[in-house]
């Protein structure tokens, strides 16, 4: 069964420093991964879109990263604000199924 | 900007009530999505369509019907509302068509609509 993970389910952490939230995924043969952002009481937003053939990519402060062989991507936040806080969800589209298949997210905190 | 709009930002229904939840796109995407997302379970697809008329199960297509007569709008239909599908009910909607694959692209979401059944 084609799973994505995300852990921990929650952080917090002070403003100013920089962080990693992580997702895996149990099959190494997909077609892209996405990262969204969720604001209380909002829609998801979308942040950054990794193709299968890439390796990263960047936006403003953000930089997500693919290692499609250990079943992991990374989501780089640097020098956070408090207005990042929010739910960063990850999703990823396998090969045999063009669906997208959601991680729970992580629950981000900045404090000022 | 794309923007999705949902009929109703927050729902009370009873048991057995039919109940539309209603979802409009603006930019002429081929395909719309209806999710629901519960705490701890991220988001489960329940039925999406590549073109008009067309639809498609998701994982959890039991209890709900779809309906999309115009390209711009996909309605989702409880047919008779139950607790257990209390939930936030997300609708999203991406460009490509049949063919390509509907999660080829980003998809854009609308702000949910919060139904609670009693």
């Known amino acids: 069964k084609q799973e994505v993970t995300q852990i921990p389910a929650a952080l917090s952490v002070p403003e100013g420093e920089n962080l990693v939230l992580n997702c895996s995924f149990t099959?190494?043969?997909?077609?892209?991964l996405q990262w969204f952002r969720q604001d209380p009481g909002k829609g998801l937003t979308s942040l950054l879109l990794i193709q299968s053939s890439q390796r990263e990519q960047t936006s403003g402060r953000l930089n997500a990263s693919l290692d499609k062989s250990s079943g992991r991507s990374t989501l780089y936040i640097a020098a956070s604000q408090p207005g990042d806080s929010a739910t960063y969800l990850c999703?990823?589209?396998?090969?045999?199924?063009?669906?997208?298949?959601w991680g729970a997210g992580t629950k981000l905190i900045i404090k000022p | 900007d794309v923007k999705v709009t949902q009929s109703s930002r927050y729902l009370v229904k009873r048991t057995g009530e039919k109940v539309f939840l209603e979802c409009v796109q603006d930019m002429d995407h081929e395909n719309m999505f209806w999710y629901r997302q519960d705490p701890g379970l991220g988001l489960r697809l329940i039925y999406f369509?590549?073109?008009?008329?067309?639809?498609e199960k998701g994982d959890i297509p039991e209890g709900y019907s779809v309906s999309r007569e115009k390209k711009e709008r996909f309605s989702l239909i409880l047919e008779s509302a139950s607790t257990n599908q209390t939930s936030m009910y997300l609708c999203a909607s991406s460009r490509y068509g049949a063919g390509v694959g509907p999660s080829t692209d980003t998809q854009y979401f609308g702000p949910g609509t919060r139904l609670t059944v009693l």
């Open positions: 999703a990823v589209s396998f090969d045999s199924n063009y669906q997208l298949i």
């Open positions: 099959d190494s043969a997909i077609y892209n």
């Open positions: 369509s590549y073109d008009v008329k067309m639809k």
